[in-house]
């Protein structure tokens, strides 16, 4: 069995539908969802609209640390997610992230595979990460980096956090 930390974001169309489409596809394995934020676009591309993000933990007997990955990929295509290769931090119906896997021992995954790096090489820089993932695992640690609490005060995070709106108007229950 693995557990995952996947990291949700839409900016395009029904951000909040797309959200809830995510969710919905993973209900079979959902143990827990974040809050739902608002955030400003991240990376070096912000003219772009605000994004809806969130954070889950799932499990599954079967998975496997790729299986994770392929079942987020068949969540942004139902979704309609494009990518574009010269906007790598562009636009999008939605994204699903794999932050971490863990083993049932509860071990962290470490992969170094470009498809699937694990834990995810810029989590620890992302404040639209950490802050959900906070909601769901208040004690949880960032394979590598350490608390979520102590990496959210380190800069750009710290910074990036005032940034956030928490919209507690938006749910993500399951459907």
Do not use: C
Request: hydrophobic letters at 40%; aromatic letters at 6%.
């Amino acid at each position: 069995m693995t557990q995952v930390v996947l990291s949700l974001g839409s900016n395009l169309g029904d951000r909040l539908g797309h959200l809830r489409s995510a969710v919905a596809a993973l209900q079979d394995v959902l143990l827990v969802v974040s809050g739902v934020y608002e955030t400003p676009p991240w990376g070096d591309d912000p003219d772009q609209p605000a994004y809806l993000n969130a954070v889950l933990l799932a499990a599954d007997p079967a998975a496997q640390p790729r299986d994770w990955l392929d079942r987020a990929r068949v969540i942004e295509d139902a979704a309609g997610r494009t990518r574009d290769p010269a906007r790598r931090y562009g636009p999008r119906s939605l994204d699903v992230d794999v932050i971490g896997v863990w083993t049932e021992d509860g071990e962290a995954v470490h992969s170094d595979d470009p498809e699937l790096t694990l834990p995810h090489p810029r989590a620890h820089l992302r404040a639209f990460v950490l802050r959900p993932w906070i909601d769901i695992q208040p004690y949880g640690k960032l394979p590598g980096h350490g608390w979520l609490t102590d990496v959210m005060n380190t800069e750009p995070v710290a910074t990036d956090v005032l940034g956030m709106r928490p919209r507690p108007d938006l749910q993500l229950e399951s459907i």
